[in-house]
């Protein structure tokens, strides 16, 4: 089931400013933290000592503007993502199920390390992730993936499915990007990078939910015989 949506609401889902759970994604590992402080050090330095010809204020705001480069580099790049999400012109709501559900390991990056002996090794950090196809009657299918939790167990063939579609034609017809996945039975998310704000998302869902149930035909009750 594919259920085209305004523009309006698409802006509804995809927001505009960088949520909580898009920050703590962009915030990345240990390492890039690291990366990101040790640029806003750099840069303190270099604006403390070669940039002299500046005005004291001006200095200092330029100061504390690179000083804290490590904490609001993550809110800002999760909002140009978010804002790259939001031009897209047609969105839809769509809702299919499980068809397939599989774990596999995925490399994740390399770390060089020496050894005892002093050689070079290169380590692999692979991760478990749940990979699921999902799909719907038109023919329609995709993969969604990410790290296998323990709360995954549950999900099974045949699991309703729902997630945004983005696209850049009118009638939906090629999709450009999709949203993280919901699935309702579990409560769960499954994806990456969490482009909906999800509470608005599940409202969106039951409100479709009710109105589905409330538009199917009712059978009429059985007359029994005395």
Not at 12 to 30: D, E, F, H, I, N
Not at 61 to 77: D, K, Q, S
Not at 121 to 138: H, M, Q, S, Y
């Amino acid at each position: 089931m594919l259920i085209p949506l305004t523009q309006e609401k698409v802006r509804q889902l995809v927001p505009l400013a960088a949520t909580g759970s898009q920050y703590r994604y962009v915030w990345g590992k240990l390492q890039d933290f690291l990366r990101r402080l040790t640029f806003s050090v750099v840069a303190v330095a270099v604006i403390a000592f070669g940039f002299n010809f500046l005005g004291d204020s001006t200095q200092l705001i330029l100061g504390l503007v690179a000083g804290l480069y490590w904490l609001w580099a993550p809110a800002v790049l999760a909002t140009l993502r978010n804002r790259r999400h939001r031009q897209f012109p047609y969105g839809g709501f769509w809702r299919g199920r499980v068809l397939e559900v599989y774990v596999t390991e995925e490399l994740i990056g390399k770390e060089e390390t020496v050894d005892a002996r002093g050689q070079l090794v290169i380590i692999e950090n692979r991760e478990r992730c749940l990979n699921l196809e999902i799909g719907d009657k038109t023919g329609f299918e995709t993969r969604v993936r990410a790290k296998l939790l323990r709360q995954h167990r549950g999900i099974r063939p045949g699991d309703i499915a729902e997630m945004l579609v983005l696209s850049r034609r009118p009638d939906l017809a090629e999709i450009d990007l999709i949203s993280e996945v919901f699935l309702p039975r579990h409560r769960l998310w499954i994806g990456t990078y969490p482009i909906l704000q999800r509470d608005a998302f599940i409202d969106l869902s039951e409100t479709l939910r009710r109105k589905a149930r409330s538009q199917a035909p009712r059978r009429s009750p059985r007359r029994s015989s005395l």
